[in-house]
């Protein structure tokens, strides 16, 4: 289903959904102020710009750096190029001021307290409104188009991935390896890595989010590496662990049991289940394995233009799995001083189920015959 290329987004779609739930919450307008939002709208991939919108109009305002990459980038929606002594909230108030709406709501999470005082002041004859997650809610449902992207970042991740551990040795560190990961990604057309690549030798595996280290492979039997790709904006994430050396009985255990955790999870979405659920799905094999107190983060978060957007599965969350969602499922358990276990593949909710975007081998007998060469 991920397949057609050349099927682009149709933004001013996008942009009409928006408006209809803004209007269902009594709202009338947006400014909106994140830069991934802005570019979910119209195409645009730069930074420091806002877009104005109303059912009328639609504004972007922005600077004469992007000028250009603008033409290129966004067609049906008005350009407004703020002069270099102006800053972006400045443009905006001058905009703004000019416009009939009495009333104007302001994307919250990305404006900063003292941007909206800013905005206050130059603006004492209009209200300020903060609205939230009328563009996120609809980012939660991706297209044939953002899957396609999504998928080709995951194929970049997962082709370096095999490039680098194929290479590994055992004098080259944690911060080596993570290295030479983000550089294969970008070798393969990977703009970045999604975010800071995690790698963790023996027991630096135990800590969720260890930055990289001068440790050395060799020091240990497994590495936990956690890391992703960004292609044309969109991202991958996912994790595997990596055995230089058969490991002790107690780590293939808690391996055995994570990978149970997350298969059983995997299995369980589907639309219409709450996403509370999947987490209970993946907690309630752990616990089979004594191993459910050492899972200590939600099991996974859903990613696209940001590695975490607004879907979480975990404890309480109580809204229902939709069709086009796509989220992670990464169970792990970490034994502090001795080393941690996680597994984590890339899922989306499909009408009939989920389909694993993922491939990376995982099983136990796989991964450990992956040894040094
Ligand atoms: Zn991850
Ligand atoms: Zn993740």
Redesign the pocket.
Known sequence: MVTNKKLAPDYSKRRDRVLRGLKAQGAKNLLVTSPHNVSYLTGFTGEDSFLWLTPKEVILLSDARYEEQIQSEVQDVELLIRPASATIIDAAASVLDTRHESEIWVEAASTSVAQWERLRNRLPNKTLASFSGAVERLREIKDAYELNLIQDSIHIAERAFKATTELLQPEMSEKQIADDLEFAMRRLGAESAAFKIIVGVGERSALPHGRPSNKLLRDSSFVLI?W?AKKNGYLS?L?RMFFTNKPPTRLEKMYRAVLQAQTDAIEAIKPGVLMSQIDAVARKALEKAGLEKRFTHGL??S?GLE??ESVRLGKGQDRQLEAGMVV?V?PGVYVPGFGGVRI?DDILVTESGHQVLTSLAKHWDEVLGARFR
Do not use: L, V
């Open positions: 956690d992703g994430d994790t996974g978060h990613f590695i975490h992670t990464e984590e």
